[in-house]
């Protein structure tokens, strides 16, 4: 679908009572100043909206999102014209919680959007909701980190990828993703670009001083995060690994520990977990790794015998994959988070 270029974008904006508020009208204002802002800001000549971006919901009842903050749709979507775009933004949900079989109306006109040509752009964990209308079936998707685990129990059709901050679900870019909460500054900036301009899209990001997040998710994403299962013996190996995975020989130590056949740990601990044993216990050490350096001033070679490696080397590889920064370029990111944290805890 394209869009004359005396005619601003049609954008529908979809909120439900689960959207973030934060999300939903952080877009709409952003898209809403296309074309204008910047050129009131610098008295330049007289611009015109390029982007036209409206609230869609089932209904135009007034109700409150996430957090009680309230929203008046301007239109139902029965009534909504045929969009050029289709927003999905952040949703407040459980790590679990798949949609199931809520706002099936909704899901069927997100579907028509699509057959009918619209562009269809989620933010966060608004993929949840695209995944639910099979629309990310055999594509490439992804979502905030903390929903990799749903997307492999509950949508395995979905090649998920929790790396990037945009993923483009088909070659002509109708399907996009976003990764984490603040990633729809990403979206908004590529769509910008994408129905507007790559000059006004720049325009927006200084305005509104966003940056595209190039490093991607890695850096921010939690390694180690309990999943719920009913194994025991994984849960044993789990707390055990949790107090001694800086052992060099830590596998066969929990093999031992779990007192059970090595390949039988290792089978029941990727069925429970979704991870391989050594895999865990790489990502608790790159998480020891992260918090050391976050604190202080060590070189990544004297941390890399405090988690467990002897080799400097195959511990920088390994932090680099993990993350996808270098322990250093990790450091200079997150360190002054840390000390900003700790300077305002600090009796005035």
């Not at 900036?189 to 899209?201: D, F, K, L, N, T």
């Not at 991607?216 to 309990?226: D, E, S």
Request: charged letters at 20%.
């Amino acid at each position: 679908m394209t869009t004359p270029k005396d005619r601003a974008v049609e954008a529908l904006i979809v909120a439900v009572p689960e959207t973030a508020g934060s999300a939903l009208y952080g877009m709409l204002d952003v898209l809403a100043a296309t074309g204008t802002l910047w050129n009131e800001l610098t008295g330049t000549e007289t611009g015109r909206p390029l982007i036209r971006p409206r609230i869609v919901s089932l209904s135009k009842a007034p109700f409150r999102c996430g957090n009680g903050i309230p929203v008046n749709p301007e239109l139902a979507i029965e009534d909504a014209p045929r969009p050029d775009i289709v927003i999905v933004p952040e949703l407040w949900l459980a790590p679990s919680d798949t949609m199931g079989a809520r706002y099936e109306t909704l899901k069927d006109w997100l579907r028509r959007c699509h057959r009918s040509g619209s562009h269809i752009y989620s933010a966060c964990s608004g993929s949840v909701l695209l995944a639910s209308t099979g629309l990310l079936d055999n594509r490439e998707a992804t979502s905030h980190w903390g929903y990799e685990d749903l997307f492999r129990r509950s949508f395995p059709k979905v090649r998920f990828n929790p790396a990037p901050n945009l993923v483009f679900g088909d070659p002509g870019g109708r399907i996009v993703t976003a990764g984490g909460t603040s990633s729809w500054h990403d979206l908004a900036i590529h769509i910008i670009a994408r129905h507007c301009s790559p000059g006004e899209a720049m325009r927006i990001a200084k305005v509104y001083l966003m940056k595209l997040h190039g490093e991607g998710q890695l850096p921010y994403a939690a390694l180690v995060r309990q999943q719920p299962h009913a194994d025991s013996a994984v849960r044993r190996a789990e707390d055990w690994l949790a107090q001694n995975f800086r052992q060099l020989n830590a596998v066969s130590a929990v093999v031992e520990a779990c007192g059970i056949p090595q390949r039988s740990l290792k089978r029941r601990f990727r069925t429970a977990t979704g991870s391989t044993l050594i895999g865990h216990v790489q990502n608790l050490r790159v998480e020891e790794a992260k918090r050391l350096l976050e604190a202080g001033e060590l070189a990544s070679d004297d941390i890399a015998p405090l988690v467990g490696y002897e080799n400097a080397a195959f511990f920088r590889r390994l932090f680099k994959r993990a993350s996808g920064l270098t322990p250093g370029q990790y450091r200079r990111m997150f360190q002054p988070v840390a000390r900003m944290s700790e300077e305002a805890a600090q009796p005035r």
